[in-house]
T-cell receptor
Framework: DAGVTQSPTHLIKTRGQQVTLRCSPKSGHDTVSWYQQALGQGPQFIFQYYEEEERQRGNFPDRFSGHQFPNYSSELNVNALLLGDSALYLC?????????FGPGTRLTVL | LAKTTQPISMDSYEGQEVNITCSHNNIATNDYITWYQQFPSQGPRFIIQGYKTKVTNEVASLFIPADRKSSTLSLPRVSLSDTAVYYCLVVPRMDSSYKLIFGSGTRLLVRP
């Protein structure tokens, strides 16, 4: 059973561009959460998807949006990229209880 | 939301026991204490979770006093591969919708 997978592994963009990150949850998990982790900091909650809808959201601007598909996989979209969006983006899936994290996507904004 | 406080960093040597203490003065009755481990450029990995007294698994032990206002993660006989950041969180155990709130964690460096 594959765990949580994310793609791509690394990504380089320039300011103003848009990016889409993808996440496949652990088999059977129906809830997907996204976190942003800046260098040297702990992960910060962006939002969570359940039944294809955003269930709750952290303190992130509307430039950050997402989607969940019927197969529970999810996408994170960031528009109008800023230098400060450079970070490791983590996806975590859960069913009942503990959240399991993927390896993350390293986004660098130049 | 409960907030946790833990040391910023710790140093140890191979073979030693490492104890990382976490304070969570405002922990709620239904909250569990949960520890994650994170290696560079990887996602956090669940280590151990407990509610009270002592919990032990193949990786670590977790000691929780009766008042539950603090807890101690104990790593027996650490190796170089235990060098990582360790996060202490308090979470409602069976609530999959809970947004995890991470602090800055404890950076553990294990030296040869």
């Amino acid at each position: 059973d594959a765990g949580v997978t994310q793609s791509p592994t690394h990504l380089i963009k320039t300011r103003g561009q848009q990016v889409t990150l993808r996440c496949s949850p652990k088999s059977g998990h129906d809830t997907v959460s996204w976190y942003q982790q800046a260098l040297g900091q702990g992960p910060q909650f962006i939002f969570q998807y359940y039944e294809e809808e955003e269930r709750q959201r952290g303190n992130f601007p509307d430039r950050f949006s997402g989607h969940q598909f019927p197969n529970y996989s999810s996408e994170l979209n960031v528009n109008a990229l800023l230098l400060g969006d450079s970070a490791l983006y983590l996806c975590a899936s859960s069913l009942e209880g503990g959240q399991f994290f993927g390896p993350g996507t390293r986004l660098t904004v130049l | 939301l409960a907030k946790t406080t833990q040391p910023i960093s710790m140093d140890s040597y191979e073979g030693q026991e490492v104890n990382i203490t976490c304070s969570h003065n405002n922990i709620a009755t239904n909250d569990y204490i949960t520890w994650y481990q994170q290696f560079p450029s990887q996602g956090p990995r669940f280590i151990i979770q407990g509610y009270k007294t002592k919990v032990t698994n193949e990786v670590a032990s977790l000691f929780i006093p009766a008042d539950r206002k603090s807890s101690t993660l104990s790593l027996p006989r650490v190796s170089l591969s235990d060098t990582a950041v360790y996060y202490c969180l308090v979470v409602p155990r069976m609530d999959s919708s809970y947004k995890l709130i991470f602090g800055s964690g404890t950076r553990l460096l294990v030296r040869p």
